[in-house]
């Protein structure tokens, strides 16, 4: 359930763009409608409603699940915090420049973000994120926890230069497939690899 909540915005921003792609004058006129006010120069043509619609509703989903949280007196994570930044700032450009390049920048910052704080985390701060986030639930050795913290950060840097090189050198609606199949893809092969080594340490320590 929790990684559907995480991926909330990134499902509804694949399915809007899927939806606004097939039916592109209905897109249009719903985006000029509700956009055009947003829009430099106030005009949303054919070929931009798709992303600037699913670019609004990644938007305001990110902002709903801030708002579940908080209603629900849940905690919110700082990483929630860091994407409703970064979306807010990148997808308002797009919306408001009614251009594609911010949008597909918003990944990168995000995973460079993610990588600079594991990084540097325990250089500046003396602090393991990684042991700080999964501490509760394993007992581990700190140089394992090391490994871990390290291997998270490169992993999250090496998806940020990924992201670009996928916009800048496909088409748009690959960048969206890949956005959502391929980052999760690799993700999870990340973390079956991650629990393997993880498996076989623990085994070992027995």
């Known amino acids: 359930m929790k990684l559907l909540f995480d991926l909330f915005p990134v499902i509804l921003f694949f399915i809007v763009f899927k939806l606004a792609g097939a039916n592109p ?7 000029s409608q509700y956009l055009s006010s947003l829009v430099l120069g106030g005009e949303v043509t054919l070929a931009q409603a798709p992303i600037l619609l699913s670019t609004a509703v990644a938007i305001i989903a990110t902002v709903c699940q801030i708002g579940w949280l908080l209603a629900r007196r849940k905690t919110v994570d700082h990483m929630l915090w860091v994407s409703l930044v970064i979306i807010t700032l990148f997808g308002g450009a797009t919306i408001y420049f009614h251009d594609e390049q911010f949008i597909k920048l918003k990944p990168t910052v995000l995973y460079w973000c993610f990588s600079v704080a594991l990084l540097l985390s ?70 079956i690899a991650q629990s393997l080594y993880l498996s076989r340490h623990m085994k070992g320590s027995e």
């Open 25 to 31: 004058e209905a897109a249009q006129a719903f985006g």
């Open 122 to 191: 325990p250089l500046l701060f003396k602090k393991n994120l990684i042991k700080s986030m999964l501490g509760k639930q394993l007992s581990l050795p700190d140089q394992v926890w090391s490994k871990l913290n390290l291997a998270w950060g490169l992993f999250f840097g090496l998806m940020g230069g990924l992201n670009l090189y996928i916009g800048a050198n496909f088409p748009l609606a690959f960048w969206v497939n890949f956005k959502l199949f391929g980052f999760l893809g690799l993700m999870l092969a990340f973390v």
